[in-house]
Each structure stands twice: as C-alpha cells, then as structure tokens.
C-alpha cells in the first residue's frame, strides 16, 4: 500500500575544520524547500511529501536542485536516497556516491525490489552479533529475514528485537521527520608533529582525545549518545567513522573502547596519519539519562579513579593525573597547550573546541 510520504536523506561530505555556523546556515538553505528538516551528523532529513506541488517538481528533481544549491552556495558534495521512510531513504543514502541521488519508488513492488536482497546488517539496529546469529541460521539478506514469521525472530532475538527487526525487515518505519534543532556536540582535536605511522601512536591519542572528552563532558554534567573519529592523512585526504555509544556515558572508559573500534573500523595499513580528531555527539544533560550505563565488575575501579582524578585536576591543574598509557620517557619539546592540558604526549598540536 503505497504511503504518499517523500523522505530525502543526505549526507554532506563535511569538512573536519568546517565553520561552527556553517549547520545553521545549511538548515536555512534546507528550510526553502520544506520546513520540515531535521539536521544530522553527517547530513539531514527532509519531508518533501507536501513541498513537490509547491514546486511542481517530484521528489527526483527536488533533490536534484536540492544537492546542487547545497554545492554552489557551500561547496558541499552530497549523495542522497529518496523513499517513503526515513529508514529506507537512509540505506539508500548509505549506498549512492558523492554527487548522486538512489529513488526507491512509493509502491510495494519498487520497495521489495531494492530492500529484499539487501544484507541484513544494513538494517538499523543490526550490528555484528545480530548479524552473526542471524547468519547462524541462514538469514543472511533482508528477503529472507522477511519471510521468517515475527515469533520465530523474537525467541531468537528476545520479544521487542525480533518485533522491530521484522517490521524493519517489512520495510516497515514509523519514525518521522523531526524539526528540532540538532543535538549539541563538543569536540577534540590531535595533531601530530609530523604525519605519524604508528599505530600505538595513533591509540595513544585516540586515548589522551577520549580522556579529554570525557573530563569536559563531566565537568559540563552532560553525556553523549554518540562519538565520532575523524582521520587525516599526508596528502590532507581524510576519513570518518561514526559510532553510537551502548548508552548515552560520559566514562572515559567507554569513550576510549568506542573510540578504538572506529579507528580499528578503518583498517589502516601503515597509513601515514596527520591528526586524529574525536567529536562527542547528541549530548544532553546527565539527569535526563534513562540509565546509567552497566559495566563489567574490572570497570568499577577506573571509575573511582577517574572521580579522584577529575577533583584533583580541578584543584591542581588537569596536568596533574593522566591515564597511564600516556606516559612517555621524554616530553616533547614544544610548549604544552595554554588551557593547562600539557599531559605526556598530548601537548603537541591538541586542541579542543
């Protein structure tokens, strides 16, 4: 049963250092289309259901002017994916080049067509254990999830997983454009004296990156649902890995295991890394958190520590207490950053914003 809904997905190719005002001014552009637009990370959501009489275009062409003004007006390279769901506008988004535009057609043939022969892990919500169990027993694309009756899939995944994997698996979305302004970020940044191919040198960052986000998060008594690692490299090239985090935290802990696994995500290969930037994102107040995050009984002492540290570098200056594995046998000759943060191996080219 066709919906009538037009839900374009974008994702901008953003630059790492791009200007603090530049989201504002994106959504503006996007507000001339529709007013319903809902800023994300890496792009935006758009219900262009009610804006094609308007401008007497389809959702096809829409976009077209849509991606072309956005390249004009900001210099911003964009794929997108239209469909009748934020969900299957997203995947094919995920699947359309820079420059490029996928439109899944608004009828039951267009929809199964394109979602069925799909890998299940490109659903939302299916990560690599998901996958891996649903793999276990045969249901490796979306067809064949599809066709599994809803009971079956949730004595394997539990009762509410299974319900939402095989209404997703059904092309099935209920969700729905939401106009708020975009969660809050803050970010850090690491820049290495020279381009930079070792990897421990490349996690000891990530780790001095993870420990400062999460001392300003707790400072700020805010948590973050997501955390973002973007790579730059030698011939200024670079790469982003987004990841959300298993509950909205602000533990360093939790922030350096995510932080690993995006870069790890990368696969580099003697990459010659020229800066390592983390972006805390979707941050909200920490007594507006559901729940805390559960961690395994070996976490509860970095945790105390981590309290001892953050009243001791209030009192003393954050250069006092640091994670251990930032140590190094010689300080780097260069001046330590002005804001006190002159910790072992963070003191060369480390900035925040």
Known sequence: ??????ILRLSFDL???????????????????????????????????????????????????????ALAYFGLRSSAGVANTPML????????????????????EAISAFLRPRPVRELPGVGGKTATLLGEYGLHTVGE???????????????????????????????????????????????????ELDPARHRRALLALA????????????????????IRYADDSGTRRSRTLPEATQHTVVLARTAYAAYESLGLQRARVRSIALRADALGPADRATRQLTLDAQDDKPLAIE???????????RQVLYPAALAISSRPTSAPHQDGGGRPEDTRGHRAT
């Open 145 to 195: 999830v599809a066709d599994v009756p809803q009971l079956t899939l949730q004595r394997l995944l539990g009762a509410r997983a299974g319900r939402t994997l095989h209404q997703h698996a059904q092309g099935h979305d209920t969700t729905s454009v939401d106009p708020a302004p975009a969660p809050k970020t803050i970010s850090t940044e690491h820049r290495f004296a020279r381009d």
């Open 1 to 6: 049963m066709m919906s009538g809904r037009r």
């Open 307 to 317: 309290a001892v540290a953050d009243r001791a570098r209030v009192r003393y200056g």
């Open 15 to 69: 630059p790492p250092d791009a200007d603090a005002g530049l989201p504002e001014r994106l959504r503006r552009l996007l507000e001339d289309f529709t007013p319903r637009v809902q800023l994300l990370e890496d792009g935006a959501l758009l219900d262009l259901t009610g804006a094609t009489r308007w401008w007497q275009r389809d959702a096809r062409g829409i976009t077209e002017l849509v991606q072309l003004r």
């Open 89 to 108: 506008a997203a995947m094919a988004c995920a699947l359309t080049p820079l420059g490029q535009r996928t439109v899944i057609d608004d009828s039951p």
């Open 211 to 230: 420990d400062d986000l999460g001392t300003r998060l707790r400072a700020s008594d805010q948590i973050a649902r997501g955390l973002t690692c973007t």
